[in-house]
């Protein structure tokens, strides 16, 4: 199985009220994503990480990959605003046996949203679980750039609203596994390889569509705009520093629907390289 850089992306806080619909067994949400970390590891995929707030699931997925044993050097990226920070810190970190396995990714841009969303383009593939706003906002981005994305609805949040949006194009098997109602002693490891399976599905699409539609696959772009727009507006006008209040649940403001347009065509079809993964990119 090729190494694959996955992002992982959501929250499961109580303290936050704006999860619709809600999230739902927070505590074995938790003890999921030390569970997938640890498959993520066993997997030898790369993991990309944000916030070592413990209200999103970073901290737990974090936990399982090194406590698995099998975590490669630097095989956990750190990315964060450079300028402004704040750099995550993980309690693992300071273990002498766990520190070699982090890297820092800094990002150039000093907000937070296009740090957040413009690192998408770097991941092979999506992990998504609970979240609120930007966990839908993780889905568009998927979507238009053709990135793998598995959203698990097993515990409620926007990633069950993703899984609704989403699951309509995965085989029977992953729409099963993901939409599971509840957690198996099974569920971490299947999640894992339906990671790498629609990662797989994702690239032999992209190549026969860049074989049939060429420079024309652009244009899709300029149509999509609106797009953009649109659904900026739900996440309302105003927004939230992720790494401080809020850092995965931020709100999308008008003004960063530009950005984040910006972002969509650095990485449209014809500005992609051929043939490599997204975490080869430089």
């Not at 515990?155 to 957690?183: M, N, Y």
């Amino acid at each position: 199985m090729a190494e694959l850089l996955i992002a992982i992306v959501g929250s499961t806080n109580l303290e936050r009220r704006d999860y619709d619909p809600p999230l739902r067994n927070r505590e074995q949400a938790k003890l999921a994503a030390v569970e997938l970390g640890r498959e993520l590891a066993k997997a030898k995929h790369r993991i990309l990480v944000y916030s070592s707030d413990p209200g999103y699931i970073e901290a737990d997925v974090v936990r399982g990959y090194v406590e698995s044993g099998m975590a490669d050097a630097e095989s956990i990226l750190l990315r964060y605003p450079a300028i402004a920070g704040p750099v995550p810190h993980f309690r693992e970190q300071d273990k002498d046996y766990y520190g070699p396995c982090f890297k820092d990714d800094p990002d150039d841009s000093p907000n937070w949203q296009v740090c957040f969303f413009s690192a998408l383009q770097k991941a092979d593939a999506v992990l998504l679980l609970g979240g609120a706003s930007s966990s839908l906002i993780t889905f568009l981005i998927a979507e238009m750039t053709g990135i793998a994305l598995i959203p698990i609805a097993t515990f409620g949040g926007s990633a069950q609203t993703v899984w609704g949006l989403a699951s309509r194009r995965f085989d029977e098997k992953v729409r099963r596994i993901t939409g599971a109602p509840l957690w198996r002693p099974d569920s971490a490891a299947q999640l894992v390889d339906a990671l790498a399976s629609e990662h797989t599905g994702r690239d032999r699409k992209e190549s026969k569509a860049r074989d049939h539609a060429g420079a024309a696959t652009d244009s899709c772009y300029t149509a999509q705009s609106k797009t953009i727009s649109q659904a900026s507006r739900p996440f309302g006008n105003s927004t939230a520093a992720r790494g401080g209040s809020d850092p995965a649940g931020h709100i999308l403001a008008n003004h960063d629907a530009h950005l984040l347009w910006n972002i969509l065509l650095a990485d449209s079809p014809t500005s992609r390289s051929n043939g490599r993964h997204r975490s080869q990119s430089p």
